[in-house]
């Protein structure tokens, strides 16, 4: 059987200016159906802010490990290379980061008319959310290319 690697070059990874251990790309936004399709390159053993899902999030591991973390840094998961999982909303909030060769994951965000993200400080409070509005500016932002890039 042939073994395929990612191309990693291949993708125009966007970062947003104020999360700087995280890449990500918007294939899709469709507000119709409430979709997002967005895949993330998180870094090695570096973990993301903290936050919360408030949409039903579909993932699957392309490359890497994937790894979840509780609040205080206690390792919660840790999704291999070829992982499908389907997480519902939660409100307990994790961190997330790749293995020793960082993560390449695709998210399909569904089905909210509110928010699907709440970005959190240490402390837990709310510090920004993302819902279909913020999404779709960050796509076409994307688009026209202003938005960071690696």
Known sequence: MTTYEFDYYA??????????????YIFDVDETHQLVDVIFHFLPHTPIVLHRHCA??????????HRIYYPNGELKEIRPTGSYT????????????????GTIVLF??????????????????VIAEFDMA?????FKLQE??????D
């Open 134 to 138: 913020a999404f779709k500016e960050l």
């Open 11 to 24: 993708v125009n990874w966007q970062q947003l200016t104020d999360f700087n251990n995280f890449y990500y």
């Open 144 to 149: 026209i290319g202003t938005v960071l890039t």
């Open 108 to 125: 399909n965000i569904r089905g909210t008319r509110g928010v699907m993200y709440e970005i959190m400080d240490d402390d837990g409070t």
């Open 86 to 101: 389907i997480s519902q909303p939660d409100d307990s909030p994790h961190r997330e980061c790749g293995g020793d060769d």
């Open 56 to 65: 039903i999030n579909h993932t699957f591991v392309i490359h890497g490990e």
